[in-house]
């Protein structure tokens, strides 16, 4: 997939910003189409960053930063997906940011995911590996019970790689793919020593697919069945 996609999912998602809006602000490459976008149309916003790495290019960009323990609640979070299926869940965390991504999220009364159409996918982790950030600490039991469960896990960097808040990643695959991602997300959370996973469930309200035309196909979260 080209950068075009990558570049009209960004664009099309800063044209939803609203003067005076408070923003989560993503992390990755897509997002970095988005922050140029927002920041080329000159509003009067601000946004909490998932990383760093986020933060310094709303710096550079002069997007107004937000400290997230100032911040009850957020008008809208945009933010890229490594996967995502025809429900709107999705994995998260190849750029390693997704404890913060999580956090982040979960503060937006809406959450916007950009792509490119190439990660919509039938099932997640199997094709892409599924993020999991655990304390170093707890490395080698976490890998030990994911094995037991199914997963093919591998510690990013042999362990070197560091998130913002100095937690290692496992990034593991899944044969088949998850049949159940919610089941999985409570699962992988309950083992001791794993801080959270890269399964965003329930959280994206919508995705804007970027393709390599420039065109941008948006996906819905399905509504939620009527209870009789």
Known sequence: ??????????????????????????????????????????????????????????????????????????????????????????????????????????????????????????????????????VPFAVAPVIRTLERRGFAPVVRDGGAYRTDSGNVVVDARYPGGLEDPAVTDVALTLIPGVVTSGLFVDLADAALLGRADGSVRRLDRPAEPVAS
């Open 1 to 134: 997939m080209t950068d075009d996609g990558k570049r009209a999912a960004g664009e099309a998602a800063a044209a939803l910003v609203e003067d005076g809006m408070r923003l989560g602000l993503g992390t990755g490459s897509t997002v970095a189409h988005f922050l140029s976008a927002l920041a080329a149309r000159d509003l009067d916003v601000a946004g909490v960053p998932t990383s760093e790495a986020t933060a310094d290019r709303c710096r550079e960009l002069g997007i107004g930063l937000l400290e997230v323990n100032a911040v009850e609640e957020l008008d809208l979070c945009v933010d890229g997906a490594d996967e995502l299926d025809d429900t709107l869940t999705l994995t998260k965390g190849g750029g390693g940011a997704l404890l913060r991504e999580k956090v982040v999220a979960t503060l937006a009364r809406r959450f916007v995911v950009i792509a490119t159409e190439d990660k919509l996918v039938p099932r997640l982790a199997e094709r892409f590996p599924l993020p999991i950030e655990v």
